[in-house]
């Protein structure tokens, strides 16, 4: 079974910083747009960034701009969000998500992404 897997998260004081890394199990992140979603207790799953095959296309949501930071690595088959300045409401379970399909700029539709993860918590509270 093709399958992400997330790793990084963890419990943070309001302004601090995680680093959160996804990897792929049995198959390999090569020629996939890359995406982090996260879902909050009683919210729907909403998409935080993504990342296009090459890196050349990224986006984030409006209440992430300017503190996360999505990037890959396809030498090492890893994409990872740099969260910086985390605030109370970045809480929730945080998913990696791969389109094998999507081709040109990365979008944060949940529809367009078919492989996930198990998702990793992360926690800002002080």
């Known amino acids: 079974q093709l399958q992400l897997v997330e790793s990084g998260g963890g419990l943070v004081q309001p302004g601090g910083s995680l680093r959160l890394s996804c990897v792929a199990s049995?198959?390999?992140?090569?020629?996939?747009?890359i995406a982090w979603f996260r879902q909050a207790p009683g919210k729907e799953r909403e998409g935080v960034s993504c990342?296009?095959?090459?890196?050349?296309?990224?986006d984030y949501a409006d209440s992430v701009k300017g503190r996360f930071t999505i990037s890959r690595d396809n030498v090492k088959d890893t994409v990872s969000a740099q969260m910086d300045n985390l605030k109370s409401e970045d809480t929730a379970v945080y998913y990696c998500?791969?389109?094998?399909?999507?081709?040109?700029?990365?979008?944060?539709?949940?529809?367009?992404?078919?492989?996930w993860g198990q998702g990793t918590q992360v926690t800002v509270s002080s």
């Open positions: 998500a791969a389109s094998r399909s999507l081709l040109g700029q990365c979008v944060l539709d949940r529809g367009e992404y078919d492989v």
């Open positions: 049995r198959f390999t992140l090569d020629y996939t747009h």
């Open positions: 990342i296009s095959i090459w890196g050349d296309s990224v």
